[in-house]
């Protein structure tokens, strides 16, 4: 055998050594990928369940004072007003986080807009509405700000069609 094949098969060699290295890295962004995924949902939904146990734990005594601001913002109290803007404002930027997170391509669009449409529901309270137009440009990135309002004003989604016992008057003791 001469140098000229032994070379050849050594070029052979090391073609099919590169095509196996690409193939295996590939392999291992894909597992690296899917598992930052994991990561990424694990994470959201853990914030997600400490906020919700955290507003539940204060929500008896809480939202008698936020449901009627989240009806009419201008006539409540400024205290009233501001808790109502601490529970507006978490649940916002909770779904900041996820949007970042779709945007990434690290979470799914449907697990996305289960913050959306929760949070536009929202939205047709006149109250929320009122704090969504002066509060949330300010404290919203404007991608998320625009789609969100892009799809207020073309789907309006309203929370208490879907679950009555959204309807702040419920929550109201006579």
């Not at 109290?77 to 529970?87: C, D, E, G, I, V």
């Amino acid at each position: 055998m001469n140098w000229d094949a032994i070379g050849a098969v050594g070029e052979v060699i090391g073609a099919v050594a590169v095509v196996l290295t690409i193939g295996y890295l590939a392999r291992q962004t894909k597992e690296n990928t899917k598992q930052l995924r994991t990561e990424s949902y694990r994470a959201l939904f853990t914030d997600y369940r400490s906020t919700i146990s955290e507003l539940r734990s204060n929500l008896l005594e809480l939202w008698p004072q936020i449901s009627p601001v989240l009806d009419d913002w201008e006539s409540a109290p400024a205290k009233s007003q501001a808790l109502t803007h601490l529970f507006l404002i978490e649940l916002f930027l909770h779904q900041s986080t996820a949007f970042r997170l779709w945007e990434q391509g690290a979470i799914d669009q449907d697990a996305y807009l289960i913050y959306e449409n929760f949070n536009i529901g929202f939205l047709g309270y006149n109250g929320a509405l009122h704090w969504w137009r002066f509060t949330a440009p300010s404290c919203l990135e404007a991608a998320l700000y625009d789609r969100v309002e892009q799809r207020r004003q073309s789907e309006p989604i309203s929370l208490t069609d879907s679950f009555s016992f959204y309807d702040a008057r419920h929550w109201i003791e006579e």
